[in-house]
C-alpha cells in the first residue's frame, strides 16, 4: 500500500497535468470535469507551475463575487494595466467594458493563459467574455464540476478527472488518521471507503468525522456510482422471454402481461438514462 507521505494529489493527477499542458502546447483549450474534492483547484496551482516553467504567462480566475473584482485580479496576475491615464496625470480605473477589452487584447496574443477555477460559478457576462477569448484564438482551462451544456463549455474538448482507485483513497485515509495520532482498523477503512467513491478530499473528511465520532452520518456527497443499466436490460430481456411463452402457449393474458412490464421497463431506462445525462454529463 502506498502511504500518503510519499505520495500527493499532484502525483496522483499526473495524467491530467500531462494532457491539459500538451493541450496549451498546441494553442488548444481544455474543459477538465470534476466533481467538488477531486483536485481541480491542485491541478490549477500544479498547471500553473509547470507552464510558468515553460515561459507561458499564466494567471487564475476564481470568481470573487463581482465580475470586475474577478477580472481585476487577473489583470494584476498578467501585469495589465487597469486604470487609464488622463491629461491632467491622474489616473481614472478603467470601467468593467475596458477591462473585458483590455483583457481581451493582451489573452489573444503571446504566450498567455486563463485557467478558469470553479468555471460554472461564473456569471452569464463573465462566459461571454470567455467565448470571445475563444473567438480570439486566446487559451482557456476551464475547470468546473457539472457545467450547463451550452455556451463556452460546448465550445472545447474536455476531459473527464478520473476517480482514484480503492488503495490510494485507503492510503489517504491511513496518512490522515495517522496525523491524527490515530490508527485505523481494517475494517473501519473498508466502512469509511465506501462514503468517499474516489474522492481524495472526502477521503480526509469521512476520516475528521470518524475522529469527531461522526462517522455513523452515512453522508456520499460522491457521484460515483454502481452502472445499473446491465441489470436492467436483463430484466427487460426476461420480460421478452416472459412474453414469447405466452405467445407460443396461447396464454393471452401472459403475453399482454409481458407486452406492458416491457412498455414499463423501457420507459423507466430512458427516465434514469435522461434523468442522469441532466445531473452528471454535458
Known sequence: MVMLGSMSQLDLRSKE????????????????????????????????????????????????????????????????????????GKEK???????RAELLKNLTCGNRVLICDDAHRFPASLKYWLEAVLKGGGRLILLADRPPASGIFLKVPRIEMESLNTDVVRSFMVGEALAHGITLSASQIAELEQRVGGNPALAKRVVHEFVLGLSEANSTDHRQYIDGTPFLISIISLIGVVRFIGLGIGDRSLYIMGGIATIFAITLRTVFTQANRRTTKL
Open 17 to 88: 497535468l500531462d494532457t491539459v499542458c500538451a493541450a496549451v502546447r498546441r494553442g488548444q483549450s481544455i474543459l477538465v470535469l470534476g466533481e467538488a474534492g477531486a483536485g481541480k483547484s491542485t491541478l490549477a496551482d500544479q498547471v500553473l507551475n509547470v507552464l510558468s516553467s515553460e515561459g507561458y504567462e499564466v494567471a487564475i480566475a476564481s470568481y470573487l463575487g463581482s465580475a470586475k473584482t474577478t477580472l481585476i485580479e487577473v489583470a494584476d496576475q498578467l501585469g495589465c494595466p487597469t486604470a487609464i491615464e488622463l491629461d491632467n
Open 93 to 99: 480605473q478603467m470601467t468593467l467594458d475596458e477591462l
